[in-house]
C-alpha cells in the first residue's frame, strides 16, 4: 500500500517539477532577445560610451591634438603602457620649444585603469569604444597615437571668456592692497634694520673716546 502511496507522489513531484520547468521555458520564450548576431550586426552593433577599448589622442577638426609631451600620462602609467619621445622645434621667434615625437602606446599590456586619462593636464587623451582590436601577433598592439600628419601653425587656443569688471576692479583693489602692504612692511624692516646696527657704529667713537681718556691720564 505504501508503495503505490509512494509512486503517486513521485508522479506528483515529477509533475510539478515539469510544469516550473516549462513556466521557465515559456517565460524565456516570450522575453526580448538581448543576443547578439555578431559580426552579422556589425553595422547596427551599439557599444556603451564608457568602454574603454583603447587609449586614443583627441584630435580637433584641423588633426592637432593638444598633447604638449609633458610626460605625465607616461609616468603615472603602472605597466610601463606609453613610451614618449620628444624632439626640439624651431619657432618663427627664434626661440626653441618641445614638441611630441612619437606617442607609443602598447594595447597589449594596458589594464583600461584610465589613470593616464584622469591625470593628463591638457585632456588629451580619451578611451575609444571600438573594440574589434584582434590580431595575430602582439607587436601589432603596439600603436603610435600621433599617427596623422602634423598640420602647420600651432592650434588656435580657446578665446578666454570675458571677466565681469566688477569683479576685475576688485581684483585689481586688492592686488594693490597687497602691494602697498608689503611695501610698508619692507619700509619698516628697513628702518628697524638701521636702528639695530647704530650701536655698531657708535661703538668705535666710544672707543675714541676711551683712548682719549687714556692718552690725557697717561701726559
Ligand atoms: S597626453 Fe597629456 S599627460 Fe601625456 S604627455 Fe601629452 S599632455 Fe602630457
Ligand atoms: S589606462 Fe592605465 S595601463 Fe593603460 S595606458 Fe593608461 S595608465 Fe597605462
Avoid: W
Avoid at 98 to 105: A, F, Q
Avoid at 115 to 143: G, H, M, Y
Avoid at 154 to 175: C, G, H, N, S
Amino acid at each position: 500500500m505504501s508503495n503505490i502511496k509512494d509512486y503517486f507522489k513521485g508522479a506528483a513531484q515529477g509533475l510539478k517539477s515539469l510544469v516550473q520547468g516549462m513556466q521557465v521555458t515559456g517565460k524565456e520564450l516570450v522575453t526580448p532577445k538581448v543576443t547578439e548576431q555578431y559580426p552579422e550586426n556589425r553595422g547596427t552593433l551599439e557599444i556603451s560610451d564608457r568602454f574603454r577599448a583603447e587609449l586614443t589622442l583627441i584630435y580637433d577638426a584641423e588633426g592637432h591634438h593638444k598633447c604638449i609631451a609633458c610626460g605625465i600620462c607616461q609616468m603615472n602609467c603602472p605597466n610601463g603602457t606609453i613610451q614618449l619621445t620628444t624632439k626640439m622645434v624651431d619657432l618663427p621667434d627664434g626661440k626653441k620649444k618641445r614638441k611630441l615625437d612619437k606617442y607609443m602606446y602598447d594595447l597589449g599590456s594596458c589594464t583600461f585603469c584610465m589613470l593616464c586619462v584622469t591625470t593628463c593636464p591638457q585632456n588629451a587623451l580619451e578611451f575609444s569604444n571600438d573594440f574589434e582590436q584582434a590580431v595575430f601577433t602582439r607587436d601589432k598592439l603596439v600603436k603610435q597615437l600621433n599617427y596623422r600628419p602634423e598640420p602647420e601653425g600651432e592650434p588656435a587656443a580657446p578665446a578666454k571668456p570675458a571677466m565681469d569688471p566688477e569683479k576685475l576692479a576688485r581684483i585689481k583693489a586688492e592686488a594693490l592692497a597687497k602691494a602697498a602692504k608689503i611695501k610698508a612692511e619692507k619700509e619698516a624692516a628697513a628702518k628697524a634694520a638701521q636702528g639695530e646696527e647704530k650701536p655698531a657704529t657708535d661703538a668705535p667713537a666710544s672707543d675714541a673716546s676711551n683712548k682719549t681718556e687714556n692718552n690725557e691720564t697717561n701726559s
